[in-house]
């Protein structure tokens, strides 16, 4: 494969940009939004090129962890992170439990731009170093992973519905 698969999730909220972006930066904020209808445990968020996000996501007795290696942060226009999928205890990168041929490593980029007094923000997603397994995986998943993003995004509005009515 030549070209590889990338699934990108344009969205415009109805918040300031500086609102927007603490809710992408700021843990009490993420692990409210982030997976949603799963608990989000935010065991680690350093916000530093090189820096690491460790999360876990609890539903039941189940539970997924996972790391972030931040690559880039431009304050309030740009995050670039490495997003492994999956991890064992100890924050090593595993293959993903549930689906074995998803990509152990995407390449996330997620912009945030005015849109007069509202914030558009594009997600992009991109396996990164991935076996022609990975990638065809990921391929097939496209058309199903706006849904997830969404649901995280409903919650955002709400969040900043919330933040909104604070500062009035």
Known sequence: MSDLPEYILDRVFDAPREMVWRAWTDPELLSRWYGPGV??????FDLKPGGMWLNEMKWGDNSMLSKVVFKEITPLE??????HSSTDSEWNTVSNPQMPDWPRVLLTTVTFEDEGAKTKVRLSWVPFEATDAELACFAGAID????GWESGYAVMDEIFAELQAENA
């Open 39 to 44: 608990e989000t445990i935010i065991h680690k």
């Open 78 to 83: 740009q995050l670039v992170w490495h997003h």
């Open 144 to 147: 199903g992973m706006g849904k």
